[in-house]
Structure formats: structure tokens, C-alpha cells
């Protein structure tokens, strides 16, 4: 297919429904994942180009292998991987119960690693394709009621910064995101109206992300950082 194909997990809202738009419009076929069908087709709706919904649960290995090798049979490859999905829960960490210390790191890390695992070998045959990690700015800068946040977001980093080193010589290309606090539904009741709208917007950073993506001559991009105004 000459159409090229990005996955995007988390794509229901916030920043993961920003790319699919963004991708949509540079003439993707955008697949859109996550675990709630009706948010989905919400995303969908927004979209200017050919798309597919399919739900799946990331911290399930099973779940991710299944979808993963219905894209890659509808789609013939994928193009772009986009490790989006991810859970905070901001409690200190003694507060913090184990079903949410769970829940935190099975999404965020766990879900990351098996979707790339997913994916990667047909990446690797064609020798080219992009892993896109979502990591958070918390995943450099340790922050108090994010413990575990922290350390499944400094995992997703490693996992990401070693996985480079591993495909450094093939046509294989991670790109790590490390953004601030963006307006979306990830902090539930967390913080009141007036400091979210402080926040930056999920669709300027996900145009930033895009920006970084372009290929361009004698050069790559293998991170970026957006911070917020103090």
C-alpha cells in the first residue's frame, strides 16, 4: 500500500486524538486504539482521511498481539507506532493503593514495551519505520505525588534511550516526547478549571511532534522536550 499507516494508542482524547487529526490531515491512514470504543469513533469523526477503530486493552499482551497482527494483515505494515496510552494517578506515595500502582505501570511501561515489541520486528524487516514514545517530562524530573508515575515514565525512557542503541544502525527510528502539563483528561479532578487552562493544548504539541517527525537531510530528530511557561 502506498498510504502510509501510523497506530496511535490513547487516541480516544487529549493528545492521542490530536495527532490522529494532525496525521490525518498530512494523509495517513490513522489507526485508532484504546479501550473505550465510544471516544473512538468521537476522534474519528474528526478525521479528514481513511481511518480504522479498534479497541484494546495495552497492559494485556494478549489484547496488543491480537490487534497489532489485525493492522498489520488489514494494512500490510505499519508505518508508525505511537506509544500514546498512559494512567496517573497523583497521590503521595503512601496514600497511593496497589491496584493504582498497577495500573500505572502496566499502562504506561508495561503497554509500551509490549505494543513496540508488537510491532518492531515488521519495522525491522523492512528496515525502516517510527516508534513514537510519549514519555512526560516527569520521566526526567522526579516530581512529589508522582512517585510511581515518575518511575514508570524514567522506565519508558530507558526502555526507549537503550531500544535506540540496539537499532542505532538500522533504518529503525525512535523519537522520545518529554512534554509538561498539557489541558487534557489525564488529571480528572486533579486540578481546578483556572491552573488547567494554564496548560499547554494537546494540538500544538502534537504539531510540534509532526514538525520533528519531517525527514530532512542530513539530519534526525531522536527527542524533543516542551516545557510549560513557569
Not at 494517578?89 to 509500551?112: A, C, H, S
Not at 518511575?151 to 542503541?165: N, P, Q
Request: proline letters at 2%; one cysteine or more.
Amino acid at each position: 500500500m502506498t498510504e502510509k499507516t501510523v497506530v496511535i494508542t490513547g487516541a480516544g482524547s487529549g493528545l492521542g486524538a490530536s495527532l490522529a487529526k494532525q496525521f490525518s490531515v498530512c494523509g495517513y491512514h490513522v489507526c485508532l486504539l484504546g479501550r473505550t470504543q465510544d471516544k473512538l469513533i468521537r476522534t474519528a469523526s474528526k478525521l479528514e482521511n481513511d481511518h480504522s477503530i479498534y479497541e484494546v486493552d495495552v497492559t494485556s499482551l494478549t489484547s496488543v498481539h491480537h490487534v497489532m497482527k489485525r493492522i498489520q494483515e488489514a494494512r500490510g505494515s505499519i508505518d508508525c507506532l505511537i506509544n500514546n496510552a498512559g494512567v496517573g494517578v497523583f497521590k503521595y506515595f503512601g496514600d497511593l493503593k496497589p491496584k493504582e500502582i498497577d495500573q500505572m505501570i502496566d499502562t504506561n511501561l508495561k503497554g509500551t514495551i509490549y505494543c513496540t515489541q508488537e510491532v518492531l520486528a515488521g519495522m525491522k524487516e523492512k528496515n525502516r519505520g517510527t516508534i513514537v514514545n510519549i514519555v512526560s517530562a516527569s520521566g526526567k524530573v522526579a516530581k512529589e505525588t508522582e512517585s510511581v508515575y515518575s518511575a514508570s515514565k524514567f522506565g519508558v525512557r530507558g526502555f526507549s534511550d537503550a531500544l535506540a542503541l540496539e537499532l542505532k544502525n538500522s533504518g529503525v527510528q525512535i523519537f522520545s516526547v518529554y512534554m509538561g502539563n498539557m489541558k487534557t483528561d489525564l488529571w480528572g479532578d486533579e486540578h481546578p478549571e483556572g491552573q488547567l487552562n494554564n496548560y499547554m493544548d494537546p494540538d500544538d504539541v502534537a504539531e510540534i511532534i509532526i514538525e520533528n517527525l519531517k525527514p530532512r537531510k542530513h539530519l534526525y530528530v531522536t527527542d524533543v522536550t516542551i516545557l510549560n511557561h513557569v
